[in-house]
T-cell receptor, first 118, second 110 residues
Framework: SAVISQKPSRDICQRGTSLTIQCQVD?????MFWYRQQPGQSLTLIAT?????????ESGFVIDKFPISRPNLTFSTLTVSNMSPEDSSIYLC???????????????FGPGTRLTVL | GNSVTQMEGPVTLSEEAFLTINCTYT??????LFWYVQYPGEGLQLLLK?????DKGSNKGFEATYRKETTSFHLEKGSVQVSDSAVYFC?????????FGAGTTVTVRA
């Protein structure tokens, strides 16, 4: 499986500010995914980040709030903009098990970024 | 659409007890099914998977069988240990997108 790292591991931010979360993978992958895990809740897909094209957002998530960059095949960033306490969550990136993974293959997760908004 | 319904927790067990966590799903097409585990303070790890009907996934003494006829993927372990205390998530994947159940918190007492 791929080795995935995220920065920062945690942060405490003031409302109204923005935070950019980085996700780095040790191998090239076509697709990267961003998930949110609100306190005590399950994981929800925010968006799919493809290299060379705009990210695809799930219902309830918009680019102005969660802009995503994907400059190459091993890196992506998620920005949480104009934060409010409701954005306090763990944010995780995930990647398929291989560059040639099919649509139902295993995905692996980064360690997550624990965000607290005051 | 795709959805996963998972047994509500929390579940508290004594060491060496039998554990089962029920999971049922709704999906279009032919999804793969997973159990992920989140130990306290750690990230999400893949525990086991099954890619087609009647497949059995197994790892660390845990097992789950992909039952297409009952659309289920129940997790079982015959003898739990304190180190199995964690949150367990049932999930399916379709078109690269994971759908997760609500998660079940399991606490094993010595």
């Amino acid at each position: 499986s791929a080795v995935i790292s995220q920065k920062p591991s945690r942060d405490i931010c003031q409302r109204g500010t923005s935070l950019t979360i980085q996700c780095q993978v040790d191998s090239q992958v076509t697709m990267m995914f961003w998930y949110r895990q609100q306190p005590g809740q399950s994981l929800t897909l925010i968006a799919t980040a493809n290299q060379g094209s705009e990210a695809t957002y799930e219902s309830g998530f918009v680019i102005d709030k969660f802009p995503i960059s994907r400059p190459n095949l091993t890196f992506s960033t998620l920005t949480v903009s104009n934060m409010s306490p409701e954005d306090s969550s763990i944010y995780l990136c995930s990647v398929p098990s291989a560059a040639t993974s099919g649509s139902t293959d295993t995905q692996y997760f980064g360690p997550g970024t624990r965000l607290t908004v005051l | 659409g795709n959805s996963v319904t998972q047994m509500e927790g929390p579940v508290t067990l004594s060491e060496e007890a039998f554990l089962t966590i029920n999971c049922t799903y709704t999906a279009t097409g032919y999804p793969s099914l997973f159990w992920y585990v989140q130990y306290p303070g750690e990230g999400l790890q893949l525990l086991l998977k099954a890619t087609k009907a009647d497949d059995k996934g197994s790892n660390k003494g845990f097992e789950a069988t992909y039952r297409k006829e009952t659309t289920s993927f129940h997790l079982e372990k015959g003898s739990v240990q304190v180190s199995d205390s964690a949150v367990y998530f049932c999930a399916l994947i379709n078109d690269y997108k994971l759908s997760f159940g609500a998660g079940t918190t399991v606490t094993v007492r010595a």
